[in-house]
């Protein structure tokens, strides 16, 4: 049976496979659960981070695009310009080189030609 490991995000856990773990490698949970820290022996890590926009990670993790990201994906409480910032801090954080280079890329296209882009900005209308 494959190894798992689990990560509370503000309360709400999630189920990390080692190949997911592996995703985009090295990085903060090849660190600390195949590392030499304290959490590798409990494959169990507590974090304060954004369990919305750890869902995004977690499709990223398993190897699916996650960009443009979908209406659906966005936090009801973030404008999409926010999500887009916000998951950026978040891939940093995560040490996900891919992930960063692909935001650095969606955030510096909506700066460059907001209208053409493909993650555009959505807007209620009244």
């Known amino acids: 049976m494959s190894e798992t490991y689990a990560i509370i995000i503000r309360?709400?856990?999630f189920v990390l496979s080692q190949a997911q773990v592996e995703y985009d490698s090295p990085n903060y949970f090849t660190a600390c659960f195949l590392g030499e820290f304290t959490w590798s022996q409990s494959r169990a890590l507590e974090l304060s981070r954004d369990p919305e926009l750890f869902k995004i990670v977690?499709?990223?993790?398993?190897?699916?695009?996650?960009?443009?990201?979908h209406e659906s994906a966005i936090p009801k409480r973030m404008s999409s310009q926010a999500v887009l910032r916000n998951l950026l801090a978040d891939a940093e954080f995560y040490q996900l080189d891919e992930l960063v280079d692909q935001l650095n890329s969606a955030i510096?296209?909506?700066?460059?030609?907001?209208?053409?882009?493909?993650?555009v900005l959505?807007?209620?209308v009244s």
């Open 11 to 13: 309360g709400e856990k």
């Open 58 to 69: 977690l499709n990223y993790l398993s190897g699916y695009e996650v960009l443009p990201l």
């Open 108 to 119: 510096e296209d909506i700066r460059q030609a907001p209208y053409l882009s493909p993650y």
């Open 122 to 124: 959505l807007y209620m």
